[in-house]
T-cell receptor, first 113, second 114 residues
Framework: NAGVMQNPRHLVRRRGQEARLRCSPMKGHSHVYWYRQLPEEGLKFMVYLQKENIIDESGMPKERFSAEFPKEGPSILRIQQVVRGDSAAYFC???????????FGNGTRLTVT | TQLLEQSPQFLSIQEGENLTVYCNSSSVFSSLQWYRQEPGEGPVLLVTVVTGGEVKKLKRLTFQFGDARKDSSLHITAAQPGDTGLYLCAGEVVGSSNTGKLIFGQGTTLQVKP
């Protein structure tokens, strides 16, 4: 399956630790989107990146959250000093162009204890 | 503020029944997509509708985009237990940043009992 790969699938962090979530887009896809999903809710947009550039980060909290999509390697969503409210499923999606349908990974479920 | 309102949020029906899920907004969308999500997995695209009034069929699923491109519906005929899951509508608002960023509804959890 050459779909969008996210790892880890599950991540447990204590309050105050850092969480790093990785996303490898589908082959040939240079557009990456990160979404957050709380239980029983839809997905909330966080950030949109195109290789080495952040295009739209309007959904990302101003503090503690950052994202990158380097020239080589996966996209990384980094959450510093995690708090319990950060517990959620984080989904990455990719597309070959900005208006193409999104292909989602299976998410990383972050639990902050 | 929820830009896309889905209803109902929860639906539990018997196998063989028909159902309709609605997705409504006061905003106009350039396109609207329907996804299905299984527990522990990411959303999987079912269909994209782009033209006002468009109707698309996928086996027992019928999708409609409103004439004004502000609303959409998903109708399932003769539901089966395999249809159980979370159904999400999503779209990009006209006049937004045109980045492909999707706004999602809060989802409809469907349970089809055998």
């Amino acid at each position: 399956n050459a779909g969008v790969m996210q790892n880890p699938r599950h991540l447990v962090r204590r309050r105050g630790q850092e969480a790093r979530l990785r996303c490898s887009p589908m082959k040939g896809h240079s557009h990456v989107y990160w979404y957050r999903q709380l239980p029983e809710e839809g997905l909330k947009f966080m950030v949109y990146l195109q290789k080495e550039n952040i295009i739209d980060e309007s959904g990302m909290p101003k503090e503690r959250f950052s994202a990158e999509f380097p020239k080589e390697g996966p996209s990384i969503l980094r959450i510093q000093q995690v708090v319990r409210g950060d517990s959620a499923a984080y989904f990455c999606a990719s597309s070959p162009t900005k208006n193409s349908p999104l292909h989602f990974g299976n998410g990383t479920r972050l639990t902050v204890t | 503020t929820q830009l896309l309102e889905q209803s109902p949020q929860f639906l539990s029906i018997q196998e063989g029944e028909n159902l309709t899920v609605y997705c409504n907004s006061s905003s106009v969308f350039s396109s609207l997509q329907w996804y299905r999500q299984e527990p522990g997995e990411g959303p999987v695209l079912l269909v994209t509708v782009v033209t006002g009034g468009e109707v698309k069929k996928l086996k027992r699923l019928t999708f409609q985009f409103g004439d004004a491109r502000k609303d959409s519906s998903l109708h399932i005929t003769a539901a089966q237990p395999g249809d159980t899951g979370l159904y999400l509508c999503a779209g990009e608002v006209v006049g937004s940043s045109n980045t492909g960023k999707l706004i999602f509804g809060q989802g409809t959890t469907l349970q089809v009992k055998p």
